[in-house]
């Protein structure tokens, strides 16, 4: 393993374990309730992107981004997308649904994988369908053992899932960088979240002033902890193989999930755990065709240049 592969996993491995905490670092801002923490969210992280802007000198980039009006309205949308999943996320761990918001990142390459044949009209392979169908029975055990749809999971794996469509498109016409991107989105939703916060602190209800200045510091620090991992994950993105990534981005809901059951002692009674274990088998079948698949890639890739080497 070169050392560029080995930085790009200790990237990658650092971004999943950041946001696999994130349970604990939201949890301190319980005060705030989930809508303030949002709107504060986008405008620290908003900050915080200019602030990179500017130290790596990247606004000719930003401006080629704004220029292009289809990545525009693409990244705009998806703006309003991760903004949703921003939220419902902060109220599941605030309201005591930690294990519930981590069902919904345990779904997420299903919903991918899902979103692929609906919108992309991928064609799947066997063992895809295979995953796909288990995470079906899956969702009715889960469904019946909450009494409802687990909507908080479903919500975060449809926006998020829809969120990384969107994001392929923009990529799709001309790349655009994890801060570029991440600038226009927080660009869009700006605005909003200026006018609510100015709606809360009219209305009294802004915590940004309790317990000074512990509150200001939590909130205003929303940006950094936003923006640190993905800047991480698209440093290991481009460094390490697809087929690595996806073995890693389990960290993330694994550590949420143990989050939930160990440290704030959600309950899960056996019904729950079976469901949950049927996700996991889905995602098992699934990460054994990917990788039967990226073997096989490699195979084809080896053989045809074999055949031009002897070609030549």
């Known amino acids: 393993m ?35 923490v949002l709107l504060y969210r986008i405008v620290f992280s908003g900050l915080a992107c200019l602030a990179l802007l500017a130290a790596l000198r990247s606004w000719a980039e930003m401006r080629a981004v704004l220029r292009n009006r289809r990545q525009v309205r693409l990244l705009g949308s998806a703006a309003f997308l991760i903004a949703l999943n921003w939220g419902v996320y902060i109220y599941a761990v605030n309201s005591d649904q930690v294990v519930e918001a981590a069902l919904g990142y345990f779904l997420n390459p ?6 692929g ?10 063992l895809q369908w295979v995953a796909v169908l288990i995470g079906v029975v899956a969702g009715i055990v889960l469904t019946v053992n909450y009494g409802h749809v687990p ?10 899932g829809t969120y990384g469509l969107l994001k392929k498109q923009v990529g799709s016409n001309g790349g655009v960088s994890a801060l570029a991107g991440l600038s226009t989105e927080n660009l869009v939703l700006a605005p909003f979240a200026v006018v609510g916060l100015v709606v809360l602190a009219l209305n009294g209800d ?7 200045p512990w509150q200001a510091l939590l909130l205003a620090s929303t940006g ?3 923006i640190a991992p993905l800047l991480l994950f698209a440093a290991a993105a481009s460094r390490v193989p697809l087929s690595t990534m996806g073995l890693l981005q389990y960290l993330t809901p694994v550590l949420q999930f143990l989050c939930g059951v160990l440290v704030l002692d959600e ?6 755990w079976a469901g949950f274990g049927l996700v996991w088998l889905a995602l098992v079948v699934l990460t054994a065709d990917s990788l039967r698949a990226a073997r096989r890639q490699r195979a084809q ?10 070609v030549s």
């Not at 909507?151 to 998020?160: G, H, M, P, Q, V």
């Not at 802004?206 to 000074?212: A, F, V």
């Not at 309950?267 to 729950?272: D, G």
Request: with cysteine; charged share 15%.
């Open 2 to 36: 070169n050392p560029d592969v080995r930085r790009g996993i200790a990237y990658g491995f650092t971004s999943y374990l950041l946001w696999g905490c994130f349970p604990l670092y939201f949890r301190l801002l319980q005060e705030s309730g989930a809508f303030e």
């Open 110 to 115: 299903l919903i991918t994988v899902a979103l």
């Open 117 to 126: 044949v609906l919108v992309l009209r991928e064609r799947l392979r066997v």
């Open 151 to 160: 909507t908080i999971a479903l919500t975060l794996a449809l926006s998020f």
């Open 206 to 212: 802004s915590t940004i002033g309790h317990n000074p």
């Open 224 to 226: 950094i902890v936003t």
């Open 267 to 272: 309950h899960m009674p056996a019904s729950r």
């Open 301 to 310: 890739r080896l053989a045809a240049t074999q055949v031009e080497a002897s």
